[in-house]
């Protein structure tokens, strides 16, 4: 979950593991979902998307899990690699809505070698 | 294809001078976005173009802030009479947005402003 302070809830694992970064978004009305990573001194990259209409999409090394019920994303990265380290973002919106997405506040993960 | 493009890259100014920030959205993209990123944070929406509808500008900080993109293109982002607190990355995304569906979007990368 995310915290209030300075400082982005950090997730440490080890080269291998698999990690899962987990997401809880505030609008029971958000139904299209969006994982970015961002690397230091990069914009964030497009990772994986899910529409409410799906509870779990598989992607290359990822995967995105979406509970509504509970309104809790998880974005799973199986085999955890040292390249992988950087901070990850959720984001909701509402299709027909603002166009304008939330973003969460970020997790950054760390992998040791 | 080229992505989203940002300039410049970096811009260290003295506080009271006004900065100019350029962004290249991707081609046919309709839709424009500005964030602000204070370090070790998320991501502050600033403002929304869309194809030729009003921006959206309910994220500007304060009136020092504006923005305009022109021929639904090119954006710029000006900060007048600039503060120490407006130190931070300034990121641009554009995405398409058609027939009412949004899709990701694609971020440049970003140009960090240093206020003296």
């Known amino acids: 979950g995310e915290s209030v302070g300075l400082h982005l809830p950090t997730l440490s694992v080890q080269e291998g593991d698999n990690s899962i970064i987990n997401c809880a978004y505030s609008?029971?009305?958000?139904?299209?979902f969006i994982w970015y990573k961002q690397e230091s001194g990069k914009g964030p990259q497009f990772i994986i998307d899910i529409r409410s209409n799906m509870d779990k999409r598989q992607g290359q090394r990822v995967t995105v899990l979406l509970n509504k019920t509970v309104k809790h994303l998880s974005l799973q990265i199986a085999a955890t690699q040292p390249g992988d380290s950087a901070v990850y973002f959720c984001a909701e919106n509402i299709q027909g809505g603002s166009y304008i997405p939330t973003f969460g506040r970020g997790t950054s993960l760390i992998v040791h070698p | 294809g080229a992505g989203v493009s940002q300039s410049p890259s970096n811009k260290v100014t003295e506080k009271g001078k006004d900065v100019e920030l350029r962004c290249d959205p991707i081609?046919?993209?309709?839709?424009l976005y500005w964030y602000r990123q204070s370090l070790g944070q998320g991501l502050e929406f600033l403002i929304y173009f869309q194809g030729n509808s009003a921006p959206d500008k309910s994220g500007l900080p304060s009136d020092r802030f504006s923005a305009e993109r022109t021929g639904g293109s090119v954006s710029t982002l000006t900060i007048q009479r600039t503060q120490q607190e407006d130190s931070a990355v300034y990121l641009c995304?554009?995405?398409?947005?058609?027939?009412?569906?949004?899709?990701?979007?694609?971020f440049g990368p970003g140009t960090r402003l240093t206020v003296l």
């Open positions: 995304a554009s995405s398409l947005i058609a027939g009412g569906i949004y899709n990701e979007q694609f």
């Open positions: 081609s046919g993209h309709t839709a």
């Open positions: 609008n029971s009305a958000s139904d299209y």
